[in-house]
Each structure stands twice: as structure tokens, then as C-alpha cells.
């Protein structure tokens, strides 16, 4: 099993849609996703049960900072693949996620 992981820093991430493209991967990758927010998300909705998302608060000089951390795995796909993530803050902005893959045919 290969991981593959991104780390995406977004102080700007209100109120606007990202995009990421894993390019092409195989279904044996289980693709990771990093993303700082400038606050604390309210409520993550996830439109796929193939994404898993947890919130993570650290501290950084008495500040606390917030990451989405995330995880899609391709193993039910193939072809191109678009995953949707939206993230809802208490102000009623929210900022979508789409992750994006090309998933070669194969054996899982």
C-alpha cells in the first residue's frame, strides 16, 4: 500500500471552493490531505463514506490552529474520480473541498 500525502496551507479558507488533483493513483493508495483553517469548523460534511475527516487543534504560541486532516480511498473506483468535502463555520461561510484522482484499473 503507497500513501500519498499533501499538506495545503489556506489562512484565506472562508467562503471560497479549493480543488485538489491527486493526479493518477492506483486503488491500493489510500491519499491523505492536509489543510490548515483559519478558525474552527463548525461541521464537516462529507458527501462520500470512501473520506474520512477529523479536525485537529494545536498550539502554536498560545494560538490555537486548526487542520482538517483527510483521508480518500480509492478502492471502489476507477477512472476520474471528483470527492466533495464542505466545511461550515460559525459566521454561515463554508469553503468545499473537491478532491480530484484518476484511479487505475486493477486489482485491489
Same mark, same amino acid.
Given at each position: 500500500?503507497?500513501?500519498?500525502?499533501?499538506?495545503?496551507?489556506?489562512?484565506?479558507?472562508?467562503?471560497?471552493?479549493?480543488?485538489?488533483?491527486?493526479?493518477?493513483?492506483?486503488?491500493?493508495?489510500?491519499?491523505?490531505?492536509?489543510?490548515?483553517?483559519?478558525?474552527?469548523?463548525?461541521?464537516?460534511?462529507?458527501?462520500?463514506?470512501?473520506? &474520512?475527516?477529523?479536525? $485537529?487543534?494545536?498550539?502554536? *504560541? =498560545? /494560538?490555537?490552529?486548526?487542520? @482538517?486532516?483527510?483521508?480518500?480511498?480509492? #478502492?471502489?473506483?476507477?477512472?476520474? &474520480?471528483?470527492?466533495? $468535502?464542505?466545511?461550515?463555520? *460559525? =459566521? /454561515?461561510?463554508?469553503?468545499? @473541498?473537491?478532491?480530484?484522482?484518476?484511479? #487505475?484499473?486493477?486489482?485491489?
Amino acid at each position: 500500500m503507497r500513501l500519498i500525502f499533501l499538506f495545503l496551507f489556506c489562512p484565506l479558507c472562508l467562503a471560497q471552493d479549493l480543488t485538489y488533483d491527486f493526479g493518477e493513483v492506483s486503488k491500493k493508495d489510500i491519499l491523505k490531505y492536509e489543510l490548515e483553517l483559519k478558525e474552527k469548523p463548525k461541521n464537516v460534511l462529507l458527501l462520500c463514506d470512501c473520506l &474520512v475527516a477529523n479536525v $485537529i487543534e494545536k498550539k502554536i *504560541n =498560545n /494560538n490555537s490552529v486548526y487542520f @482538517l486532516n483527510i483521508e480518500f480511498d480509492p #478502492k471502489d473506483y476507477e477512472g476520474n &474520480v471528483e470527492q466533495d $468535502i464542505i466545511i461550515y463555520y *460559525n =459566521n /454561515n461561510k463554508k469553503t468545499k @473541498l473537491r478532491l480530484k484522482a484518476f484511479v #487505475k484499473k486493477g486489482e485491489i
